[in-house]
């Protein structure tokens, strides 16, 4: 998993193997069991976490359903990007799906690093930018694909989750009822 991240860190910025090291070395490793939760709803959002394993959902609570928001799994930094940033109480929670293990950095820490490394910035942005992208894209499709059509390009993109998350849940976060989902998962006849 750190090795990965490291990789993947030093494909974004130019950075030697000590000030990569001055990153990783202040981050802790950390396990979620499956249920738990990383964020829940009224907290402030104080740390962000590099998944080497695991699943973990992004909610919001409606009419009293869950309403999944977002999915973050293997090789992808979990975080709830509006709390952490601005230090206001979180209206979101993030739980996990299955047993999930992190590299988790602290919003405390992130600022030392950043202060003591100004390079690790663009590592930031890079990352901030493509949970943007993900998100504009998913809200995109949401209010201008059909439901068959947003079930399709989940399958595409996400073909490992299909068996890893409830099918309720995936039919919440394509904006359709779990019915809806059976009849386009059932083979035509």
């Known amino acids: 998993m750190m090795q990965r991240l490291i990789d993947e860190i030093k494909s974004i910025v130019d950075v030697s193997d000590t000030e990569v090291a001055a990153f990783t070395d202040s981050m802790e490793t950390v396990i979620v069991p499956k249920g738990d939760y990383f964020?829940?709803?009224?907290q402030v959002s104080?740390?962000?976490?590099?998944?080497?394993?695991?699943?973990?959902?992004?909610?919001?609570?409606?009419?009293g359903n869950e309403c999944?928001?977002?999915?973050?799994k293997e090789y992808e930094w979990?975080?709830?990007?509006?709390?952490?940033?601005?230090?206001s109480p979180s209206d979101t929670s993030i739980r996990a799906l299955e047993d999930t293990e992190l590299l988790?950095?602290?919003?405390?820490?992130?600022a030392r690093v950043f202060e003591l490394q100004p390079k690790f910035m663009a590592v930031r942005s890079f990352y901030t930018e493509q949970?943007?992208?993900?998100?504009v894209e998913y809200l995109s499709d949401l209010a201008n694909m059909k439901a068959r059509d947003r079930y399709h390009k989940f399958v595409e993109q996400n073909p490992d989750l299909l068996n890893r998350?409830?099918?309720?849940?995936?039919?919440?976060?394509?904006?359709?009822?779990?019915?809806?989902?059976?009849?386009?998962r059932s083979p035509k006849r």
Do not use: N, W
Not at 68 to 72: L, V
Not at 78 to 87: D, E, P
Not at 131 to 135: G, H, P, Y
């Open 78 to 87: 979990v975080a709830y990007l509006k709390s952490f940033t601005t230090g």
């Open 46 to 63: 104080r740390r962000m976490g590099y998944i080497g394993r695991g699943l973990m959902m992004h909610y919001q609570i409606h009419d």
């Open 68 to 72: 999944p928001t977002g999915f973050t």
């Open 39 to 42: 964020l829940k709803e009224g």
């Open 104 to 110: 988790v950095l602290t919003s405390e820490t992130m």
């Open 131 to 135: 949970f943007l992208v993900r998100t």
């Open 165 to 184: 998350i409830p099918q309720y849940l995936i039919a919440a976060y394509l904006g359709m009822k779990p019915q809806s989902l059976s009849r386009l």
